[in-house]
């Protein structure tokens, strides 16, 4: 039974979510200063934190997301910044070589970090503005297999859609994703909220056929 507490902090969580997408689409031209308000309360009333994602195989992620097909819960995050994101969280963010594709990868560093690598030739360098490196899990497959920032270099804030915090293979190989601490407090009664394993587990099912 979810308690008064977490729903209070589901309620805040979600506002706060309904004026950043009010704000980002108003930015962005797609709608007016007349619609912001509509755009907010929509959204608070009738949206929610979380989507589902059907996530194919792929070992990149290993132990932290099974290699084999399963579903992810995605926490919505409109406006990606260090408010919302934290270094050791797991991200899906578009694909910055393949268009229309998406990647799971895990955060590794942010604008203003420096950067060095293991190969004395390439000389360190500091993350620009709105720039985050995001990294694989699996250090059993070589770098250049882990199709991650050592690939194609740094990552825009921009094209992070939202944070990993569930992911479920079947219906007996499910659970929570490790994330910073910060971000899993900030999740937790979103999960409690908006999680349903048995929804997820006859989603992923429908998918595979």
């Given at each position: 039974m979810?308690?008064?507490?977490?729903?209070?902090?589901?309620?805040?969580?979600?506002?706060?979510?309904?004026v950043?997408?009010s704000?980002?689409?108003y930015q962005?031209?797609?709608i007016?200063?007349?619609q912001?308000s509509?755009?907010?309360?929509k959204?608070?009333?009738q949206?929610t934190?979380?989507f589902?994602?059907?996530?194919?195989k792929?070992?990149?992620?290993?132990?932290?997301?099974?290699?084999e097909?399963?579903?992810?819960?995605?926490?919505k995050i409109?406006?990606a910044?260090?408010k919302r994101v934290c270094?050791g969280?797991?991200?899906?963010?578009?694909?910055p070589?393949?268009s229309?594709?998406?990647?799971?990868?895990r955060?590794?560093?942010?604008?203003?970090?420096?950067m060095?690598?293991t190969?004395?030739?390439?000389?360190?360098f500091d993350?620009?503005?709105?720039?985050?490196?995001?990294?694989?899990d699996?250090?059993?497959i070589?770098?250049?297999?882990?199709y991650?920032?050592?690939d194609?270099g740094p990552?825009?804030?921009s094209?992070?859609?939202g944070?990993?915090?569930y992911c479920l293979?079947?219906?007996v190989?499910h659970?929570?994703i490790?994330?910073?601490?910060e971000?899993k407090l900030?999740?937790?009664?979103?999960?409690?909220?908006e999680?349903?394993?048995?929804e997820m587990?006859?989603?992923?099912e429908?998918?595979?056929?």
């Amino acid at each position: 039974m979810v308690t008064a507490r977490t729903w209070f902090r589901y309620v805040y969580q979600k506002l706060d979510h309904a004026v950043s997408v009010s704000n980002k689409s108003y930015q962005e031209g797609i709608i007016t200063d007349k619609q912001k308000s509509y755009v907010l309360w929509k959204n608070f009333f009738q949206g929610t934190l979380t989507f589902t994602h059907y996530n194919k195989k792929g070992e990149e992620m290993v132990p932290a997301i099974f290699p084999e097909p399963s579903s992810l819960l995605v926490r919505k995050i409109p406006t990606a910044d260090s408010k919302r994101v934290c270094i050791g969280d797991v991200l899906l963010f578009k694909d910055p070589i393949e268009s229309g594709n998406f990647l799971v990868r895990r955060l590794a560093a942010v604008e203003g970090d420096m950067m060095i690598s293991t190969c004395y030739k390439e000389a360190p360098f500091d993350l620009e503005k709105d720039e985050c490196w995001i990294l694989a899990d699996n250090e059993s497959i070589k770098p250049e297999d882990a199709y991650d920032s050592r690939d194609f270099g740094p990552v825009s804030m921009s094209s992070i859609v939202g944070r990993v915090i569930y992911c479920l293979k079947n219906a007996v190989d499910h659970g929570t994703i490790n994330n910073s601490v910060e971000s899993k407090l900030k999740d937790r009664p979103v999960l409690e909220v908006e999680l349903d394993v048995y929804e997820m587990y006859v989603n992923h099912e429908n998918h595979k056929e």
